[in-house]
């Protein structure tokens, strides 16, 4: 059963919430102290902003193509939706449980939009940006920069991401997600690691990157770069999330890390192109971390890291939470120890992990899942795909049940479950293919 800390059932007193939050985040995007130095020193031409986040930097794209295809005719209008600020997770499903598609949301009026659900200052916000943004010219930033974008509905969304509250509803993708990423495990923690985290880390990531298990982190200093680089240098796959768009990498020193990561990973957002990382985001960001992952590892923390943003999200998502014990006289230390005491699993070998997990045969669990995906699972699932595969023609749902005799809605629900499997293709309205 996932562990809950029991911190996570106490609330603190709004000021005090305020205050540590405020801290949480100082701790995960501020500015490193030499960075606050030479801001001091060069005034606004720093770059640094109020928040004290340095701005991202342009990523340096790599040749290959992105593996999701850019080609569905809805695809540039929920590109166009997830621009809009002030449309999250909730206001875009209620667009699409109001209308049917993105399109037909986007093309809707004012009226139509406070018929589905959306306030007045949602509709106030979409109708304003509507006017500047292009869904086609979403779809051409993405080609250009050779950047995926996969949405909550398509067979290549995360399965463990789409099982938490509200998942995004699209996200963007640098190199590619594999059905080997069901396995993860996030490692996480401070951005100012002292050379004990750095070196359970290492150890740690490696060893889980050795038995198949993705390594998912945040792309951040201290503790995330180095579980990335742990589990690269162990040929095992990784996976950023980043507080920014697709296009840019956060923080810049860790550009060449991101191309690396590409290469044998993902480096993923669901920030669109162009989004500086903002102070907001990164809440956000931790929570599809967590959301991606069978479990969250913080090897150090301080009482105030933000890697216990990531943690609460965990607790809320049913995750596993797991933490390496530190010197109890270290301040560094005093986050992860808290969490053992309210509960975690402690972790003094990558062994703790996999037990609690049943993740000691995540290899020849790989091969079975593989396996199971390729084969019908019911009686429905195997007429409907012989059916698609007798055909040379696209089959509606109409015909399909005609044909079948099975129940409109049983086919509907089946060619739901096979297009999430990607063993069938929706390629126009309520018309299927075999993939």
Sequence with gaps: MPRRPRSQSSTPAPDDADSLFADLLDDEIGASEDEADEANKAGDDSGIGKSGIPPAIAYQSASAAPETAL???????????????????ARFRLLLEGFGSARGAWEAGSTDWQAAGLDSRSVAALEQQRRRIEPEAEVARLVRLN????????????????????????????????????????????????????QM??????????????????????????????????????????????????????????????????????????????????????????????GVLVTEAPETSGALITTRFAAEQGRDIFAVPGNV???????????????????????DILSELNLHLAPQQMELLELREALPENASEARLLA????????????????????????????????????????VGPMTYVKA
């Design 147 to 198: 950047i995926g974008a996969v949405r909550v509905i398509d067979p290549a969304y995360p399965r463990l991401l789409q099982e938490i509250p509200l998942p995004p509803p699209v996200l963007y993708v640098r190199g590619t997600l594999a059905p080997a990423d069901e396995w993860a495990l996030a490692i996480v923690g401070t951005r100012r690691a002292s050379p004990y985290g750095k």
């Design 387 to 426: 059916l698609l595969d007798a055909s040379d023609e696209p089959g509606h749902i109409d015909d399909l049940c005609r044909a079948s005799g099975l129940p409109v809605a049983e086919v509907s629900g089946t060619l739901v479950m096979l297009e999430l499997k990607g063993q069938v293709r929706l």
């Design 201 to 294: 880390t290492e150890r740690l990531a490696g060893e889980l990157a050795r038995q198949a298990i993705t390594v998912v982190s945040g792309l951040a200093r201290g503790i995330d770069t180095v579980a990335h680089q742990a589990a690269l240098a162990a040929g095992g796959r990784t996976i950023a999330v980043l507080g920014c768009g697709p296009d840019l990498v956060y923080p810049p020193e860790n550009a060449k890390l991101a191309v690396r990561i590409v290469e044998q990973g993902a480096v993923i957002t669901e920030f669109p192109p162009g989004t500086q990382p903002e102070a907001g985001n990164f809440p956000a960001r931790n929570r599809l971390i967590s959301g991606l992952s069978l």
């Design 329 to 351: 006289t270290s301040r560094g230390s005093v986050g992860a120890n808290r969490l053992i005491q309210d509960g975690a699993k402690m972790v003094l070998e990558v062994g």
């Design 71 to 89: 080609d569905d005719p809805d695809l540039p209008y929920w590109l166009a939706l997830n621009r809009v600020r002030g449309i999250g997770p």
